[in-house]
């Protein structure tokens, strides 16, 4: 008996859910919780831009990033990927406790899980390389989940070769609700 349109499309996200299989063991693979396409743009645009330049010759109007934040079992994932950006390049790139602004420092202190504490564990910490092309991908994994309304921004600092900037600038930002 063939199904109607409507049972068909019942079906096929049923389809799709992951079966594992009895007794397998092993922490569940991260969701994406949340995901934050944007192209960057000027602090004093318009329109609010989501992501921000501070140093359009690092990071130029226009250029693109993804932020896709996934958590599970207790762990967090975080990874960025970016277009049009400077290349060959390095961007240290760390999630911030404000949200980005016109003034580089609006987006404050690195997000760090325990206070004080500066251990690569605490921090959400990875590094950007681009190619020629200016494309890039990183991500980072960390033994926690962030505490609700604490972290708001992932920031891309100036790096190497970094021209006039210090290697700590902060070349971008881009507003994400961890």
């Known amino acids: 008996m063939p199904l109607s349109p409507a049972t068909g499309a019942l079906l096929v ?21 949340r995901v934050v396409d944007a192209r960057f743009d000027r602090a004093d645009g318009f329109v609010p831009a ?3 330049t501070h140093a359009p010759d ?7 990033v993804r932020v ?5 079992a ?5 990874s960025v990927e970016l277009a049009g950006v400077a290349g060959p390049h ?4 760390h999630v911030h406790t404000g949200g980005c602004g016109a003034d580089p420092a609006a987006s ?9 504490s500066e251990a690569a564990d605490n921090e959400v910490r ?6 020629p092309g200016g494309a890039g991908v990183a991500s980072a994994t960390v033994p926690w989940e962030f505490r609700p309304d604490e972290a708001h921004s992932l920031v891309l600092h100036a790096g190497i070769p970094a021209g006039p900037h210090a290697a700590a600038d902060r070349a971008a930002c881009v507003d994400v609700d961890f």
């Open 108 to 116: 404050g202190p690195h997000y760090q899980q325990v206070a004080g």
């Open 126 to 131: 990875m590094t950007v390389r681009t190619d």
């Open 68 to 72: 896709t934040v996934g958590r599970a």
């Open 90 to 93: 390095e961007f240290p790139a």
């Open 74 to 78: 207790g762990h967090t994932t975080v």
């Open 58 to 64: 690092l990071v130029p109007y226009g250029s693109q």
């Open 13 to 33: 996200p049923l389809a799709l859910l992951p079966i594992s299989p009895p007794g397998a063991e092993g922490p569940a693979a991260p969701t994406a919780d």
């Open 50 to 52: 989501r992501a921000i």
